[in-house]
């Protein structure tokens, strides 16, 4: 079943081209791994240096193995040096529905 994965992320402020940069190779590692499909960065209208990635995967098991991707990895560490606290990851899937 198809993923959406939310990535919440609070930079600093300074060094916006080394994240921006950073953010960039993620993306362009993402596009080359097995089921993406799509991602978006959207920024908070009250903080602007809060960004939410929205990533769709075809499935759960495909994110998984690119979040576990040494590159991803260190790409990862290396942004975390940028912000203010740590990234926060949310898994949904679509078309589940709440258990009884």
């Known amino acids: 079943m198809q993923?959406?994965?939310?990535?919440?992320?609070?930079?600093?402020?300074?060094?916006?081209r080394e994240i921006i940069a950073l953010l960039k190779e993620l993306r362009s590692g993402a596009?080359?791994?097995?089921?993406y499909i799509?991602?978006?960065?959207?920024?908070?209208?009250?903080?602007?240096?809060?960004?939410?990635?929205?990533?769709?995967?075809e499935d759960l098991e495909s994110w998984h193995n690119w979040r576990d991707n040494t590159t991803r990895q260190t790409l990862e560490k290396m942004l975390?040096?940028?912000?203010?606290?740590?990234t926060e990851y949310q898994e949904f899937?679509?078309?589940?529905?709440?258990?009884e």
């Not at 602007?48 to 990635?53: F, H, I, K, M």
């Open 80 to 86: 975390g040096t940028y912000q203010q606290s740590s």
């Open 93 to 99: 899937i679509l078309g589940a529905f709440i258990e």
């Open 38 to 57: 799509s991602g978006e960065t959207l920024a908070s209208a009250e903080d602007p240096q809060q960004l939410l990635v929205i990533a769709s995967w």
């Open 31 to 35: 596009l080359g791994q097995p089921g």
């Open 3 to 16: 993923a959406k994965i939310l990535i919440n992320r609070k930079f600093r402020k300074g060094k916006r």
